[in-house]
């Protein structure tokens, strides 16, 4: 049968680098997004643009994913579904309604609309670290994918901040998951995909303003690359965006008889970034386009999913990912060497 794949969060850091493999590799892709604005992004991206993919593209808009059903009518057809577009907690976000409420409300309608498709195989999520290791985690307590938390019952009336709200709606995500998966028996097979902080070029970021704009996960580097200091610690665990799109097809594709879920984040020192920088743009750095800053590190305990063997190759460095994102902040600056 045809591989068709379901995308959400194609708007998004980890979702787009997702599509862009997937188009690549020749699959048939839907891809949700909640806005005709957001479709056109997509479409426009020159990484599409350039793939010339023609029908085997179609943009799903879903203004509320929330709701039951919402899915529907994009299921048809599909395969395999890829779940990706879930809130990050943008420090502005209201805990409860922004960020915890729809986490777990659109993994449960879409789930609900996979079970009403006999077509998909195969669903895979993206969650996070955090759903191992919790609100506290304790750097002399290794933890993996398989490690859980129980969800707090009942549900807190408010949050603290995004973050808190953030890591307790993955944990309670995946506890639903998990119980839907034993009552319902569906005919597909689940896994989740545990990544560490993503960095990596981000194909969406295509104008020079745009790098602080975005909220996204990169934005973290750059007080270590431009001066500054990260006003909060960070998981000290992290995977490129690259690898992280790879194994989200490389799992999308295995058989059900596979181990359920992947944790991939690989310990990192964030001391290093201007070292890293300096090394690859040392003209840059003597124009005082790069500074060394500072990004604070939460120390984890958290032993990655050995993924060598599904991506036939080794991972992608730290380094790796801070002059990718370096390089693109040198492209968007319009700056050169020159
Ligand atoms: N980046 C990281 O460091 C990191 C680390 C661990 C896990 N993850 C997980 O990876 C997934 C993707 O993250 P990302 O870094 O790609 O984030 P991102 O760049 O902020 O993208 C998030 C995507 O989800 C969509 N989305 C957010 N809230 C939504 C809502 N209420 N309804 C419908 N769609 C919504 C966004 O759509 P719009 O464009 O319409 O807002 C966007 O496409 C998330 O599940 C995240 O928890 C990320
Ligand atoms: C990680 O946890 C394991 C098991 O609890 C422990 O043996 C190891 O020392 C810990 N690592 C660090 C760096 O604390
Ligand atoms: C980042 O988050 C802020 C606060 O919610 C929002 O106003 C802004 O539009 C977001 N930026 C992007 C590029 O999504």
Sequence with gaps: MAIKILITGTSGLVGFRILVSALVDGHSVVATVRSREKEGLIRNNPAIQKLSVGARLIIAVIPDMTI??????????????????????????????????????????????????PTVRRVVITSSIVTNLGLNPSPTVAVSSSTRIPPLDPVPASFANPMEAYILAKIAEIHNTERFIKTQKPHFSLSYIMPGHVFGRNELITKADMMFGQNSSNNFLMPGMIGGELPFPIHGAFVHVDDLADIHLGVAMMDSSSPRDFGI?????????????????????????????????LPVNYSSTEMGELLGRELKSFEEAVVDVAGQYLENLGWNSA
């Design 68 to 117: 039951d059903g919402a899915f529907d009518s994009a299921l048809e057809g599909v395969s395999h579904i890829i779940h990706t577009g879930s809130p990050v907690p943008v420090p502005t976000f209201e805990p409860r309604s922004q960020v915890y409420e729809p986490t777990i409300r659109i993994s449960s309608s879409l789930l609900t609309s996979a079970l009403k498709t």
């Design 265 to 297: 984040a690989c310990t990192v020192d964030y001391s290093t970034i201007f070292d890293h920088v300096e090394k690859a743009f040392p003209e840059a750095v003597s124009a005082g386009v790069f500074k060394r800053g500072t990004v604070p590190v």
